[in-house]
C-alpha cells in the first residue's frame, strides 16, 4: 500500500477515534452540568423548606422540579413496593415505597427509606402507618429506570419488588382507579416514620465530580490519538 493511502486509511481511522472520544467527553460534561443543577435547585429547596401543598405533586410541568412539600392524608392499604438493588453505606437492600393519600390532590407514591437484603433475599415487612398522619418531606421525580427490561414489578411474598419505579405500571398492577401522581414524596428523615434515610440525590449514581473526571479522560484520549497520527504523518522515513 502506497504512504498516500495508508496516511488516508490511518487519519480517517484517527479522525473517528477522537469523533468519538470527544463526544463522550461532551456526553459526561453535559451530565456533570445537569447534575449538578439538580443539586443546586434541591439545595435551595431545602434551605428555604417553605411547604406547598401536596397536590403540587401532580402537576406535570413541574415534573423535573423540586418542592418541599406538606400535608394531611393517609396511607394505602395496598402493600408495600421494594425497589430492589439499592446500596445504602456500601450493604445491599431495598428501598421502600407506599401509596399515599392525601386529602386533596392525586395518590402518590411516598419513599420510606432503605432496608437491609438479606442473603437469601427474603423481603422485609413494611407495615402500612396507620391513620390519618401530617406528611412532609422533598418531592422529586421517581428515580431513573434506565434500561426498561422486563415487568416492572413482581409479587413476591407480601409484596411487590420493582427493578425500577414505573407509576404507570405500579397504577395498573396494583388495581388504582387514578393514575399516580408524577412526582415522588422523599420523606422528611425528622419524621417519626419508615426506615434509614436521608434527602441525598444521587445515591446509586455517579456524582457530577466523576462526570467531569471521566470527560477529562476521553478528550485526553482524543489528545493522545491526534498527536500519534501527527507523530505518524510526520515522522521522517528510514532509508533502506
Not at 423535573?64 to 392499604?77: I, L, M, P, Q, V
Not at 434509614?196 to 465530580?209: G, I, Q
Amino acid at each position: 500500500m502506497s504512504r498516500s493511502r495508508t496516511l488516508i486509511v490511518g487519519w480517517t481511522a484517527a479522525l473517528l477515534a477522537i469523533a468519538l472520544f470527544a463526544n463522550l467527553g461532551l456526553w459526561q460534561s453535559r451530565r456533570a452540568v445537569e447534575k449538578q443543577a439538580m443539586l443546586d435547585a434541591a439545595a435551595r429547596v431545602l434551605a428555604d423548606r417553605t411547604p406547598k401543598p401536596l397536590s403540587v405533586a401532580t402537576d406535570a410541568a413541574r415534573v423535573r422540579e423540586y418542592d418541599w412539600a406538606a400535608g394531611t392524608g393517609s396511607f394505602d392499604a395496598r402493600d408495600a413496593l421494594l425497589l430492589d438493588n439499592q446500596q445504602r453505606n456500601g450493604r445491599a437492600g431495598v428501598r421502600a415505597y407506599r401509596i399515599f393519600v392525601p386529602e386533596q390532590g392525586q395518590p402518590l407514591l411516598v419513599d420510606l427509606g432503605w432496608l437491609p437484603l438479606p442473603g437469601d433475599r427474603t423481603l422485609p415487612t413494611v407495615p402500612r402507618p396507620d391513620g390519618t398522619m401530617q406528611l412532609s418531606g422533598l418531592l422529586t421525580s421517581p428515580p431513573s429506570t434506565g434500561l426498561a427490561l422486563g415487568p416492572a414489578l413482581v409479587r413476591q411474598g407480601g409484596g411487590w419488588l420493582m427493578p425500577r419505579v414505573d407509576l404507570a405500571a405500579i397504577a395498573r398492577e396494583t388495581g388504582l382507579s387514578v393514575p399516580l401522581a408524577p412526582r415522588v414524596l422523599r420523606l422528611d428523615p425528622a419524621l417519626k416514620i419508615g426506615f434509614e434515610r436521608d434527602l441525598e440525590l444521587l445515591p446509586n449514581t455517579l456524582p457530577p465530580e466523576q462526570h467531569r473526571g471521566y470527560a477529562v479522560q476521553w478528550f485526553a484520549l482524543a489528545l493522545a490519538v491526534l498527536a500519534t497520527a501527527l507523530i505518524l504523518t510526520f515522522r521522517k522515513r528510514r532509508r533502506p
